[in-house]
Nanobody, 127 residues
């Protein structure tokens, strides 16, 4: 089992930045891809970014590329999502997820391929 806990959400003004953190515990994560997703009211869960735990491989959704940055800290077992130039449409519950993948498998943007999920953290951006 892998346990994931998100933190760092809150209410901010448009144009500002926020950094979310996901703390992972449980099994060793060297064979996992870590992803960030979000879900706004009435909408499907949306992929944002992913990073391979054991390398620098990353994957971004086109909608946030250049504005959001995913990173990890192996020593702290955390995966962060730096969000800049926030917009009201970024308002959502943000989730961290873990996908057990082989070394040769690509990072995935599909929610159904992720095995473990955190409880989510609310981000509200006001204009």
């Amino acid at each position: 089992q892998v346990q994931l806990a998100e933190s760092g959400g809150g209410s901010v003004q448009a144009g500002t930045s926020l950094r979310l953190s996901c703390t992972a515990s449980g099994r060793p994560l060297s064979s996992y891809g870590m992803g960030w997703f979000r879900q706004a009211p009435g909408k499907e869960r949306e992929f944002l970014a992913a990073i391979r735990w054991g390398s620098s491989d990353t994957l971004y959704a086109g909608a946030v590329k250049g504005r959001f940055t995913i990173s990890r800290d192996n020593a702290k077992n955390t995966v962060d999502l730096q969000m800049n130039s926030l917009k009201p449409e970024d308002t959502a519950v943000y989730y961290c997820a873990a996908d057990r993948i082989s070394v040769s498998a690509p990072l995935s943007p599909r929610t159904d391929e992720y095995d473990y999920w955190g409880q989510g953290t609310q981000v509200t951006v006001s204009s």
